[in-house]
């Protein structure tokens, strides 16, 4: 796998919001993108995804929120459902990376930067995914 030539977008995906974040081709590292309110209906959460990026997306790395004892949540099995209809309607493989404290670290870097708590819900959710995104490609 060359993922210095993919276009690669990570995804915080939860059942209010869904953050995403992006690998551009030629680039190891992660930029946050959007945060999308994430619908009911998974499809039109994909499809908010897909029209977020005027570029072919190679792959998907989803978070999978896991319990700290490293165990599977009700949320764990939400995501990996997401992560299989991801899959099959964009053709695209889908990976997973554990996402435990992803959340929480992000609200620290947001609050290193002064931000108060109302200004941090707009990009909480995008910086998690940036923070999965970058966990993917230290190990890759």
């Known amino acids: 796998m060359n993922i210095e030539s993919e276009f690669i977008v990570g995804i ?3 059942l ?3 953050g995403l974040a992006v690998c551009r ?3 190891s590292f992660s930029l946050p993108g959007a ?3 994430t619908q009911k209906d998974d499809i039109s959460t ?3 995804i897909l029209d977020t990026y005027n570029e072919p997306i190679d792959r998907f790395v989803l978070g999978l929120p896991l319990f700290l004892d490293g165990k599977e949540s009700d949320m764990t099995l939400k995501v990996k459902t997401f992560g299989k209809i991801l899959e099959e309607f964009t053709g695209k493989p889908v990976h997973y990376v554990d996402e435990r404290l992803t ?3 992000s609200e620290e870097l947001l609050k290193e930067i002064g931000l ?4 941090r819900i707009p990009y909480k959710d995008s910086m998690a995914a940036q923070l999965i995104l970058k966990d993917f490609l230290s190990i890759h």
């Open 12 to 14: 915080d995906f939860g």
């Open 16 to 18: 209010k919001r869904t």
């Open 25 to 27: 081709k030629g680039t």
């Open 35 to 37: 945060t999308i309110p």
């Open 46 to 48: 994909i499809k908010k």
């Open 103 to 105: 959340s929480e670290h």
């Open 116 to 119: 108060n708590r109302k200004e």
